[in-house]
């Protein structure tokens, strides 16, 4: 068992109580270096590792910075001569890209689906906790590391390497991540086309986010989230706040030009195993840029770190992101 701990060490009670474990295989992934931090293991999903059965290759990329290695996964489908996407997953707070991936299982889906992929590591704070510098709220504790720029340091890296189109970069990421995410957004949204946020949350004040051109968000929140709040709130130590999950995607909808209201789409969706029966609700922003999108998943009684993975090895909530993401390029 591994914790994949998303909050400061004053959240740690909460995390152990706000979260769903479930059985999993996952692929060895190969992290170039081990930073993954000593951290209470109580109330973790189980993400024992399998063998990698994936067929693509996991290469080293020169690192923007020399202490923050990252590597890239190239399926076996890709191409030289063709353009792929490109999607960055980005880890919670104290855990790691490779914990991440764990939780996730994007590398088969890469190998499937054909994409590239990359699921890079935080900076060690002074309790030996890995994070990402987004929003005054999560979780930079006063930081002046600048996540953007490595972020955009490694797109520059791997499109250097790898024949990336430059259409369809994606940003995703779990609590502190999905907070990471969205300032991707506010802040490379000329070459970001859009990003997933479990569990995060945008700017409390929408002045400290200005998108130079539209990013379609979703956004996917469970009622039960008793570490970062579905109605929003604030963080401790920090105490910085943040929107809730309707808000979040109501002040995206006003940077995007879309409509003012969301409107209820379709039926509800299952993507949580140990929840029975369909749980998410979706409701979807119109009037959109053509293109574009703007989604809230709500997940009733979903908790902050929930079960993803099914018995049958498949992984409907990875899935629906990709599904989500693929579907909307840069214009």
Partial sequence: MVTLLLVGAALLSACSDDSDTSAGTTPDTTIAVDTTPTADTTAAPDTTAAPDTTEGTTDSVAPPDPARPFEVFTPSSYDPATPMPLVILLHGFGASGELQEAFFQLQPLAEERGFLYVHPDGTVNQIGSQFWNATDACCGFQSEVDDVAYLTAIIDQVSAEKN?????????????????????????????????????????DEDDCAPSEPVS???LHGTAD????????????????????????????????????????????????LI?????????????????AVELWTMDGGPHVP??????????MSERILDFLFAHPKG
Avoid: K
Wanted: glycine share 14%; with cysteine.
């Fill in 164 to 204: 990336v189109d430059p259409q369809r970069i994606y940003v995703m990421g779990h609590s502190n991540g999905g907070f990471m995410s969205y300032r991707m957004a506010c802040e490379l949204a000329g070459r970001v086309a859009a990003i997933a946020s479990l569990a995060g949350a945008t700017f409390a």
């Fill in 217 to 219: 968000v979703l956004q």
């Fill in 226 to 273: 008793e570490t970062i709040a579905y109605e929003g709130g604030s963080t401790p130590i920090i105490n910085g706040t943040y929107p809730g999950a309707a808000q979040s995607t109501a002040t995206w909808a006003g940077y995007n030009g879309c409509a003012t209201e969301p409107t209820p789409t379709g039926e509800p969706i299952d993507l949580l195993p």
């Fill in 276 to 292: 029975d029966g369909a749980e998410t609700s979706v409701q979807a922003y119109g009037d959109c840029p053509e293109g574009v």
């Fill in 307 to 316: 079960a993803l993975n099914v018995p049958d090895g498949s992984h409907p």
